[in-house]
DNA sequence: GCTAATTAAATCGTACACGACAAAATGTTA
DNA sequence: TAACATTTTGTCGTGTACGATTTAATTAGC
């Protein structure tokens, strides 16, 4: 049995577990706006600026376009942008948001609050938060090359 | 545009990144093994402790059957593991390490080191390394309810 | 201006995740 | 001991992830 490869010192089996009990957390906030957690990423890149290509997204969003691109069929598919074909260039595909995807906003901004209203103890001091997310972030950094 | 919908302000948005990436990261590395990462965790604990319930796997890694049979069904079909009923109670799997799996933790035993060998620069100063896992471990308990 | 290289998205196949549900075995209780 | 509840695992459907490949449009080179 090597140390190294015990699950309690594993900081990926960490993240990736903390990543899935955030996300399923996240699950009872985003059902009544008929969202998952993937469809809300994107819509809070459309919110911050609308009108982007598909290659925005998956730069914004560190995903790739066979993530992407069925992602965004199934919230056209569900009102919830619109896909139009780059008219200076006709490979670009504009993602825009509809009238539904813009009014979510409102019912959205409560989302982030209820989520850290909903744990009963606080799992992070306010003093440890940000070189948490500093550490998060060099992490992402490296990694993304 | 509300500040609390800013990506740049989500802790579970770089917790999903990070996780995506790492686990990204460790696709070379476990490739050559025949691995996935959800199958090198489920190997992980097997390492720790053979002939595991399913129950007892799905505690462990905090992943539901819904998840962990298929994923146990396919390494079965690749020879890593065995499942077989339980005796004393018949509604149980006893998942075993095969030959296969369990001569697979020799050559596993190089990747954590190889991960960590593999970033250009330490995205994590030592002195940052536990708080960052304790606050990790915190969430994670808190979100497990 | 015609072909080759490049770029932007989309498609395809496989493997997770997970809510909802089903099935089978065991416990419980009147 | 027969009906019912509980436990353990499995199945099903939908939605991601992602490597590999394809398609369509644009650009570069000659």
Do not use: H
């Amino acid at each position: 049995m090597y140390d190294q490869l015990k699950l309690e010192n594993q900081l990926c089996f960490r993240l990736y577990t903390a990543s899935r009990l955030v996300t399923q957390a996240y699950r009872p906030l985003l059902e009544p706006l008929g969202l998952t957690y993937p469809q809300y990423i994107v819509l809070m890149a459309l919110w911050e600026r609308d009108n982007q290509l598909v290659g925005d997204l998956c730069r914004r969003l560190m995903l790739d376009t066979n993530t992407l691109t069925p992602l965004l069929q199934r919230m056209e598919r569900q009102g919830l942008v619109v896909r139009t074909r780059g008219i200076a260039d006709g490979r670009q595909t504009l993602v825009s948001l509809s009238k539904k995807g813009l009014a979510l906003e409102e019912q959205a901004k409560e989302v982030p609050a209820c989520m850290v209203g909903s744990w009963k103890c606080n799992p992070i001091e306010p003093e440890q938060l940000m070189p948490f997310l500093n550490t998060l972030d060099n992490l992402i950094n490296t990694l993304k090359q």
